[in-house]
């Protein structure tokens, strides 16, 4: 599978945009980006996929490069809930049917107050 | 809706005896995941059901761990001879099924496991 590079930590201040970056320098055509969170003592949570495009939802923006080795989460104005380990993940379309998520060390987000 | 509910929520056991965690996916996924993530460590994939598929058990970590899922639903991870090693989380996660590569899995809260 195709690996990601994210930051182990970043801050940010409450009600600041927040951008977490990802590297993937080897997907492939057929890769998917996803982004997960895990909030403290939860188990993971969906956050945003996207291909392609950008994609916007009520919980984020994903920001895909144009050569997709690289993409950027946006969280318009973190609160304190948004404190948590956030995780890139590739998933190939090859791979429909097997559908493991490989999780990486993900970017540990502390919200400041 | 009900999510994925996992019991129980904490376990604590001896080293050597066998535990049994119980996990019940959102109704109508057909879809089922472990995972298990150990202190200060990623989400590391055990083992994976689709349907009435052989499930791949490509991440178990030795032939102490097995885990089945009866009627499609419920499933049982059991871990035989616990060893210390064995202390983790154990997370599982449900899914649709084969719909899109973009399909969500839903975490359950997760399992924590004490093995003294």
């Known amino acids: 599978d195709a690996k990601t590079t994210q930051p182990n930590s970043m801050e940010s201040n409450e009600e600041e945009p927040v951008h977490l970056p990802c590297n993937h320098s080897?997907?492939?055509?057929?890769?998917?980006i996803h982004w997960y969170r895990q909030l403290p003592s939860q188990g993971p949570e969906y956050v945003i996929h996207?291909?392609?495009s950008n994609v916007n939802n009520r919980m984020a923006s994903l920001a895909i490069a144009e050569d997709r080795k690289s993409s950027t989460l946006i969280l318009h104005r973190a609160t304190l809930r948004d404190a948590a380990v956030y995780y890139c993940i590739l998933r190939d379309v090859k791979n429909f049917g097997n559908e493991k998520l490989t999780f990486g060390t993900g970017t540990r987000l502390t919200i400041i107050p | 809706g009900a999510g994925v509910s996992q019991s129980p929520s904490n376990k604590v056991t001896e080293k050597g005896k066998d535990v049994e965690l119980r996990c019940d996916p959102i109704s109508g996924h057909t879809a089922l995941y472990w995972y298990r993530q150990s202190l200060g460590q990623g989400l590391e994939f055990l083992i994976y059901f689709q349907g009435n598929s052989a499930p791949d058990k490509s991440g178990l970590p030795s032939d102490r761990f097995s885990a089945e899922r009866t009627g499609g639903s419920v499933s049982t991870l059991t871990i035989q001879r616990t060893q210390q090693e064995d202390s983790a989380v154990y997370l599982c996660?449900?899914?649709?099924?084969?719909?899109?590569?973009?399909?969500?899995?839903?975490f359950g809260p997760g399992t924590r496991l004490l093995v003294l």
């Open positions: 080897t997907i492939s055509g057929t890769d998917y």
């Open positions: 996660a449900s899914s649709l099924g084969f719909t899109s590569v973009g399909e969500t899995q839903y």
């Open positions: 996207g291909l392609t």
